[in-house]
């Protein structure tokens, strides 16, 4: 079977689950709207200070909830024993990887762009062209999150700590993601010199490219028994 | 060692500016090169258990990861001692060889828990190979985000260039060799250690198996 199609119909697949029943997508978008409101509780809403860690703000109100659909991803392969029908399938098991991380990717997009709007109305920002710009760091964003997280869910998907234990294993990794991001995002909102914009999101292609390499190659260990 | 400590202590004459705190570095740049050393360890293991499946790279991985996570704690702790006289801050934040081997320091940490929430047995250690694969691969990105991140946003601290006299090479020199030597015994010895374990888990097993078949009869 044609490995792109079968990479289409295993995000399909997912994202139809997703949509029959639109718990998780709820669940997520209220976890990081929870974030949000607790950390306009945490800092003073007037003060200048708060309005410079707006960005930073944000982008723990992305990461997190990201993590719960890492884990859910895999959680139902898990209870209905489905992995064992995917990995039975004659295509390489790296595009099985990428059907599973595409469907993480457009999931985590669509929360994301939720929160965002949430985000701009909580903490006072227009809406103008700057909403593009972000929109394209958590694009790109999203992208190396889930092609390391998807690599690493699997291999937490058996281990009973695994809520805790993706996390720990996930952001250190993934902590050249989150600098560019956020320094993108404060390009934007505090208007400072844009000329760095470019450079961030250049740097996020590239460790993008290198993340979905490297699962690539690395996925077929991780499912392999 | 102990040359290398008579070589910290005596021979290397007091610094000018820093004081006798500056002894530390001796130290401090051993365990650093080592700890990186370490990780290279934890990725050749790592590569080696993914083609081979011999349970011996697994055993390298693993030493490594233990005599390195605690070289790069050593790392975290001499830095901010000696940090404090001279830069008057225990944590100068943005200078990408303190983040990277915190960063480093944190996935040393990761890969540990990993290990323990695993059974043993092949997955365990594929799972662990593959995570100290992509651990390896990432932090040299870690370091080019961190200093990239540095000249957006300049920090105040500038790190002390001072030029080192003939004794003070010679000590540093001494000093990294020991402690490279340090690493390599450590890591055999834990290496040795695994494999104690591994065989006797092996006669465990293989006592019971033999039990049962006693009792089977």
Not at chain 1, 52 to 68: D, K, M, N
Not at chain 2, 13 to 24: A, C, K, L, S, Y
Not at chain 2, 69 to 98: E, H, K, M, Q, S
Request: charge should be neutral; charged fraction near 15%; include cysteine.
């Amino acid at each position: 079977m044609n490995p792109v199609a079968l990479t289409w119909i295993l995000a399909g697949k997912d994202l139809k689950i997703e949509y029959r029943s639109r718990q998780a997508f709820l669940t997520t978008v209220f976890f990081a709207l929870l974030i949000l409101v607790i950390f306009n509780f945490a800092f003073d809403p007037g003060s200048p200070a708060t309005r410079e860690a707006a960005p930073g703000i944000l982008w723990v109100a992305l990461l997190f909830p990201g993590i719960i659909r890492l884990n859910r991803s895999f959680q139902l392969e898990m209870e209905e024993g489905t992995l064992y029908g995917l990995i039975l399938s004659p295509a390489d098991r790296g595009f099985l990887y990428l059907g599973k991380l595409l469907a993480n990717w457009l999931f985590l997009m669509a929360v994301d762009l939720v929160v965002l709007l949430a985000f701009m109305i909580f903490y006072n920002f227009s809406f103008s062209i700057q909403f593009l710009w972000i929109a394209v760091l958590i694009v790109l964003s999203a992208l190396g999150f889930s092609a390391v997280g998807t690599l690493l869910g699997a291999m937490v998907s058996t281990i009973r700590t695994r809520e805790v234990l993706l996390p720990i294993l996930l952001f250190p990794i993934i902590l050249p993601i989150i600098l560019p991001a956020v320094n993108g995002t404060q390009e934007i909102l505090l208007a400072q010199e844009i000329q760095s914009l470019n450079r961030s999101v250049e740097l996020l292609i590239a460790f993008d490219v290198i993340y979905l390499a490297a699962g690539f190659v690395l996925f077929d260990y991780v499912v392999a028994d | 060692m102990v040359v290398a400590l008579y070589g910290a202590f005596l021979y290397a004459p007091t610094e000018r500016e820093m004081g006798e705190v500056q002894r530390i570095f001796y130290f401090h740049v051993g365990a650093a090169w080592n700890c990186f050393l370490a990780f290279f360890g934890v990725f050749l293991g790592g590569v080696g258990y993914l083609i081979t499946r011999k349970r011996i790279w697994d055993h390298l991985a693993a030493s490594c990861v233990e005599v390195g996570v605690v070289f790069t704690t050593i790392v975290l702790t001499t830095g901010p001692i000696w940090a404090r006289p001279i830069w008057n801050t225990w944590w100068p934040w943005g200078d990408p060889r303190v983040m990277t081997t915190m960063v480093l320091w944190l996935i040393y940490v990761a890969y540990l828990m990993l290990r323990s929430s695993l059974p043993e047995g092949e997955t365990k250690y594929k799972y662990c190979a593959v995570f100290g694969i992509i651990g390896f691969l990432d932090v040299p990105i870690v370091w080019f985000s961190i200093r990239w991140w540095r000249t957006i946003h300049p920090v105040v601290i500038t790190s002390s260039g001072a030029e080192l006299e003939l004794e003070m090479i010679h000590a540093l020199i001494v000093s990294v060799i020991a402690m490279t030597v340090l690493l390599v015994t450590l890591v055999m010895l834990r290496m040795a250690m695994s494999l104690n374990f591994s065989v006797a888990e092996e006669m465990t097993l293989n006592v019971r198996h033999s039990d049962r078949r006693v009792e089977g009869v």
